[in-house]
Nanobody, 117 residues
Framework: QVQLVESGGGLVQAGGSLTLSCAAS????????MGWYRQPPGKQRELVAT?????NYADSVKGRFTISRDNAKNMVYLQMNSLKPEDTAVYYC?????????????WGQGTQVTISS
């Protein structure tokens, strides 16, 4: 069973930076897609960034956020720079595994990021 635990959220002023970390435990494979999603207040959960053979970013965070992954430690990070009030959300770590033609999603509990103007 895969477990994901996020850390690093908090309150930051606009223009500031924050780094989120996600520790994955259980059987983690290099082929698993790991990433970050967020859910702003009153809105649906949305993709922020993913890391597999390549990285993928939402247009709203390109050039500001960087996802990185340490397979040896089963960690994934999200470096967030030039933060804006609209980045305020609960950020969730996600792992996607494709196994025998099926997709399996695993989620962390989420960490709150609040950006003050």
């Amino acid at each position: 069973q895969v477990q994901l635990v996020e850390s690093g959220g908090g309150l930051v002023q606009a223009g500031g930076s924050l780094t989120l970390s996600c520790a994955a435990s259980g059987n983690i494979f290099r082929t698993d897609v790991m990433g970050w999603y967020r859910q702003p207040p009153g809105k649906q959960r949305e993709l922020v960034a993913t890391s597999a053979d390549s990285t993928n970013y939402a247009d709203s965070v390109k050039g500001r956020f960087t996802i990185s992954r340490d397979n040896a430690k089963n960690m994934v990070y999200l470096q967030m720079n030039s933060l804006k009030p609209e980045d305020t959300a609960v950020y969730y770590c996600n792992l996607v595994r494709y196994w025998i033609g099926r997709r399996y999603d695993f989620w962390g509990q989420g960490t709150q990021v609040t950006i003050s103007s």
